[in-house]
């Protein structure tokens, strides 16, 4: 696929003269639909905004925003196909997503290979961007959240021994685990990460990995897992006699944990990218507006894919105008987004690196007893 998609000739012209076609690379179905919807609500509400405001200007020029949403079914060989479709059949001038890291890494890939801008809103992997001037994103990487998460459990907590549960076959949660371990042991010394248990993409069962993680001695449990396994990991703990503790990452965020996992939750925390709770200025705006259209409050990935299409949106009218040649138009648009330069987001400022990474802040969010994802504390480069 890869090799294909190297293979592929951009065709000169984009044609619509008056309209921006932009993709999106999606799990509209499959293991994270939530992720997919809350993606394309936030996307529609802005698309929407701009539209009915007459359009957005680029240069003398204004123009319709027209978004394509395509689903990668949460699978990496559908997130490949889903990009090269997106770019050689609907001509797109760049693609939103994908948005986890599974499907992220290898749709960069294609995008790099075809000259095509990508932003991932969400995926915090760093082989994502790694080595792919096309490829950007709108969150931070997991070199700097696992540092984050061990640093708040050893402060919060006072946790000097912990254990970490993970899906291996995974490269969101993996690296991840990974990062936390390295840099726990960092600060607490080789060893004191005394359980790294291991599982594989659709288990259901934990009970062997928690059984000796209970039995471990470990003051905290980091779980890098996302919204839709956290439920299952947690109750088993719980069962098993697990009462301290437990640390998640920017995968719990979701809307949809609290209604899989209720009261099991509460009292958690995890890092993250923003907390709608006690939101202020443009993000209650944007939270408030979400809630009123779609009828629940925008999980973190609703807030960076607004982030992500905004950016992009910026990095279009700083090249000063669309000359209608879909190779000279993406190549603007990939060299503008470089040059990006403390752009305000929902989920705070960004600064792009030459890597295609953003400078910015993480958050860590408390789960209230009222199940809301409250704003606990703040962790800066």
């Known amino acids: 696929m890869v090799l294909m998609a190297a293979l592929v ?44 405001a007459g359009g957005l200007k680029i240069g003398d020029k204004t123009y319709k925003l027209e978004f394509i949403y395509e689903d990668n079914e949460t699978k990496a060989e559908s997130a490949t196909a889903t990009a090269l479709k997106l770019i050689t059949q609907n001509q797109v001038l760049a693609i939103i997503g994908p948005q986890s890291s599974k499907q992220a890494i290898p749709a960069g890939e294609v995008c790099n290979a075809n000259k095509t801008p990508m932003i991932s809103p969400w995926s915090t992997n760093p082989q994502t961007t790694l080595d792919r001037p096309y490829v950007f994103r709108a969150c931070f990487l997991d070199p700097f ?43 607490h010394g080789p060893g004191s990460v005394v359980a790294f248990e291991t599982f594989t993409t659709k288990d259901k069962d934990f009970s062997a990995q928690l059984t000796k993680i209970v039995n471990s001695g470990a003051d905290v449990l980091f779980t890098p897992q996302y919204y839709d ?32 996992c209720g009261d099991a939750c509460k009292g958690y925390y995890f890092s993250t990218h923003y907390a709608a709770a006690g939101a202020k200025g443009a ?43 879909l190779d000279k138009d993406r190549d603007a648009i990939k060299d503008q987004l470089a ?33 809301a994802f409250e704003f606990f504390k703040s962790a800066c480069p």
């Open 145 to 187: 959240q696992g540092p984050v998460a061990a640093k708040f459990v050893t402060d919060e907590f006072g946790a000097k021994k912990a254990a970490v549960l993970y899906d291996i076959a995974s490269d969101y949660p993996k690296g991840l685990a990974e990062y936390f371990k390295e840099a726990f042991e960092k600060i």
């Open 283 to 325: 993000t209650k705006e944007f939270i408030d507006k979400y809630n009123a259209k779609y009828g629940y409050v925008p999980d973190d990935v609703a807030a960076l894919t607004w982030d992500a299409v905004r950016l992009l949106l910026q990095a279009m009218q700083n090249t000063g105008g669309m000359t209608g040649n």
């Open 229 to 260: 396994e956290v439920p299952l990991i947690v109750k088993q703990a719980k069962e098993l006699g697990w009462k301290k503790p437990i640390m998640g990452s920017d995968s719990w965020g979701s809307a949809e944990l609290m209604t899989l």
């Open 339 to 371: 040059k990006i330069k403390d752009f305000e987001g929902i989920t705070g400022k960004m600064t792009f690196t030459p890597g295609g990474n953003p400078i910015k802040c993480a958050v860590v969010v408390k789960i209230s007893d009222q199940g």
């Open 9 to 52: 000739v951009s065709p000169c012209s984009w044609g619509a003269s008056d309209t921006l076609k932009i993709g999106f690379n999606i799990p509209l179905t499959g293991d994270l639909p939530k992720v997919g919807e809350s993606s394309k609500f936030a996307a529609e509400m802005l698309k929407d905004g701009i539209n009915g």
